[in-house]
């Protein structure tokens, strides 16, 4: 062996190490800086962008993931159209609130994650493996989260050996849940999953269940001051996704506006939305 | 201990490349076309999980013929570097130049290094451009150096034979299924000149699409699909027996 292996410019004996098929464990090995969870910890309260909301629910033959696109600095708008829902793999996707630099950067390493170990066994982790990889990144953003850039994502896919969409929410300490039904993260899930929890049936069409998530994110952002809503003169609207068993689709910008305008429209009637029986 | 005959280098060096040489000979061949959407890989292989061609990044491809452990391991190191690169970059810096470069680094350290045996490997990088222009494909030999090739290339046992029958047949601007059929032709010519039928079961088939909507574009060819090709190519081939210039509608 050589002193140091990277002087020749062969592959260093990290990359060639068998038995690993996880980025992160390789990135731990030869580069543990470049590891978000091994950077010194500021002093103080750092102040960075927060995403606000992302809702989620489940419908025979797949679940919608959905998002605001408003990023705060304390009572400052600090971006209008971010971009907060993302592909995890071809069957999965990850929204996320919380500190944004710290939430962009997660996903790409999760999505590297996934891709890593499909290319490395040739077969995919399974959904529960994936949740499963997903908190172990948030654990170790704890040192973070409790000086305040907490990462708070939510996280959904189709279920190939069960068959259907599953939900998956997260806690700061990387505590995992499976949710039925519907769930929302971020500071407007409150009204979020209280608008749902009315307006929410099992049998929706995928249709309606977009439907759906985009009235939770309306009424979140009705009386949330953190979440954005609808941008009619911008044109910015919520990114809306959906994952069936033929994978993860984002609506295009002509479908996502066409949901948010129909829902807009109602609301100029009817600002409260639609209303659940009462008994 | 007793004093080691003295061997000369040049003799020292022979031998190793001689040894390499035997152990990718053992192995089956393999090729490497470029088509009109991209490149395609063709291999025998028996067996349906132990790959012999397989994606390193969004535009790269990897194949490689020899002892098994040797290149899955250096497959796997490709994996990483070409993640890890894209990782601390972006995804477009991530290039089949660089990896090649890599991969020769590491054969050519392990080749001439006494104290560790060559591998016996022989491999290719293929990186597919978003127009024809921009292919390539390198072959890396065992003894760390790297080849640049144009349209087509093959590795393995018999690689001099197929590669100049190759070399005489392939065109640009192949259909898939055209590409996919030479490919299979030459593969099924054994060292004395006889041809042998290799069934779709043991065929290994592979492709770098620059069409595909995805950015990564590799994608495994097999079962329906796989026949298809194969039959389509078929019917092209009873409906114009002659050669002829055009190419027949996908």
Request: net charge negative; charged share 25%; aromatic share 6%.
């Amino acid at each position: 062996m050589e002193a140091n292996p990277r002087s020749t410019g062969r592959l260093p004996a990290a990359f060639l190490t068998p038995g690993s098929s996880s980025f992160m464990d390789f990135l731990a090995d030869h580069s543990p800086e470049m590891l978000p969870g091994n950077r010194k910890l500021p002093e103080g309260i750092v102040e960075a962008p927060h995403g606000t909301t992302i809702v989620a629910a489940t419908f025979p033959g797949g679940v919608v993931l959905a998002g605001d696109r408003r990023a705060t600095m304390g009572n400052m708008i600090a971006q209008r159209d971010i971009e907060k829902v993302f592909p995890a793999d071809e069957y999965s996707a990850v929204g996320i609130a919380g500190t944004a630099g710290l939430a962009v950067e997660m996903v790409k390493l999760f999505q590297l994650e996934l891709e890593h170990f499909e290319k490395v066994e040739g077969a995919t982790l399974s959904l529960e493996g994936k949740a499963n990889r997903l908190s172990t990144m948030i654990r170790g953003n704890l040192g973070m989260a409790m000086q305040g850039l907490a990462v708070v994502p939510l996280f959904a896919g189709w279920d190939e050996s069960k068959e259907k969409g599953r939900i998956f929410s997260y806690d700061v300490t990387g505590g995992r849940s499976e949710e039925h039904g519907f769930a929302a993260t971020g500071s407007g899930s409150i009204f979020a999953r209280g608008s749902m929890k009315k307006l929410y049936r099992a049998d929706l069409t995928e249709e309606q269940a977009t439907t759906l998530v985009v009235q939770a994110l309306y009424d979140a952002a009705d009386d949330d001051s953190a979440t954005g809503g609808p941008d009619m003169a911008r044109r910015i609207f919520p990114i809306v996704t959906v994952i069936t068993d033929e994978g993860f689709r984002r609506l295009s910008e002509a479908e996502s506006s066409g949901l948010a305008r129909s829902v807009t429209e109602r609301r100029l009637e009817q600002p409260d939305g639609p209303r659940a029986a009462l008994l | 201990m007793s004093t080691p005959f003295y061997v000369s280098p040049q003799q020292a060096m022979a031998d190793r490349a001689e040894y390499a040489r035997k152990g990718i000979a053992r192995g089956r061949s393999l090729v490497v076309l470029q088509y009109t959407d991209g490149i395609v890989f063709v291999g025998e292989n028996p067996s349906r999980a132990l790959h012999k061609f397989s994606e390193i990044y969004d535009r790269i491809g990897f194949a490689a013929a020899g002892k098994y452990n040797e290149y899955e391991n250096l497959r796997i190191g490709g994996v990483r570097y070409a993640d890890l690169r894209g990782y601390t970059y972006d995804r477009d810096d991530v290039t089949a130049r660089g990896l090649a470069n890599v991969y020769a680094q590491t054969l050519g350290t392990i080749f001439s290094s006494a104290g560790e045996k060559p591998y016996e490997v022989e491999l290719v990088v293929a990186e597919v451009g978003a127009e024809p222009e921009g292919d390539q494909i390198y072959r890396l030999p065992h003894d760390g150096s790297i080849v640049d090739e144009h349209g087509s290339v093959a590795v393995g046992g018999n690689a001099e034979q197929i590669s100049s029958y190759l070399d005489q047949r392939h065109r640009d601007g192949m259909s898939l299924a055209e590409a996919l059929k030479l490919a299979v032709q030459a593969l099924s010519r054994d060292t004395n000149g006889t041809e042998r039928e290799i069934p779709a079961e043991r065929l290994e088939v592979a492709v770098l699409d620059r069409t595909r909507p995805q950015q990564r574009k590799f994608k495994r060819i097999v079962g329906r699909q796989l026949s298809r090709l194969l039959e389509a190519d078929n019917a092209a081939v009873t409906k114009t027996d002659e050669p002829s210039d055009e190419a027949p509608e996908e």
